[in-house]
C-alpha cells in the first residue's frame, strides 16, 4: 500500500531552486519505483523524472535535464526532486506518483499518486 505526499513547493524566483519531497506512508516503498509529474495551469500533467527501486537508475524529461536531480531514500520513505535553476515554465502542481512497473514514463505507468504541491518561479 502506497501513499503519497508531497511537500517543499513554494515561490522562487528565476535561477533560484526548490527541493520537494515526497513521503510514502505505506510499509512497501522500496518495492516501487517513483516519478515526478507536473500540470502547469491549462495544460496537461507531464512527466518530469523517474527513479528505479536500486541502482538509483534515472531519467529525466529533456525539458529539466542538467537542471534536476531526483534521488530516493528507501530507508525514509521519501523521494526527492531537487530543481535548479528554475525557470518560470517549471510553474506547476508537481506530483510524485509510484510504480511496480519497470519502465514508463507516462501517467497511466503509475498507479499511486500524491496530492501534488504548487510550485510557482517569478521571472
Known amino acids: 500500500q502506497v501513499q503519497l505526499v508531497e511537500s517543499g513547493g513554494g515561490l522562487v524566483q528565476a535561477g533560484g531552486s526548490l527541493r520537494l519531497s515526497c513521503v510514502d506512508s505505506?510499509?512497501?516503498?522500496?518495492?516501487?519505483?517513483m516519478g515526478w509529474f507536473r500540470q502547469a495551469p491549462g495544460k496537461e500533467r507531464e512527466f518530469v523524472a523517474r527513479?528505479?527501486?536500486?541502482?538509483?537508475?534515472?531519467y529525466y524529461a529533456d525539458s529539466v535535464k542538467g537542471r534536476f536531480t531526483i534521488s530516493r531514500d528507501n530507508a525514509k520513505n521519501t523521494v526527492y526532486l531537487q530543481m535548479n535553476s528554475l525557470k518560470p515554465e517549471d510553474t506547476a502542481v508537481y506530483y510524485c506518483?509510484?510504480?511496480?512497473?519497470?519502465?514508463?514514463?507516462?501517467?497511466?505507468?503509475?498507479?499511486?499518486w500524491g496530492q501534488g504541491t504548487q510550485v510557482t518561479v517569478s521571472s
Open positions: 527513479i528505479s527501486r536500486n541502482y538509483w537508475i534515472t
Open positions: 506518483a509510484a510504480t511496480l512497473s519497470y519502465s514508463g514514463t507516462s501517467m497511466t505507468d503509475f498507479g499511486s
Open positions: 505505506g510499509r512497501t516503498f522500496g518495492s516501487y519505483a
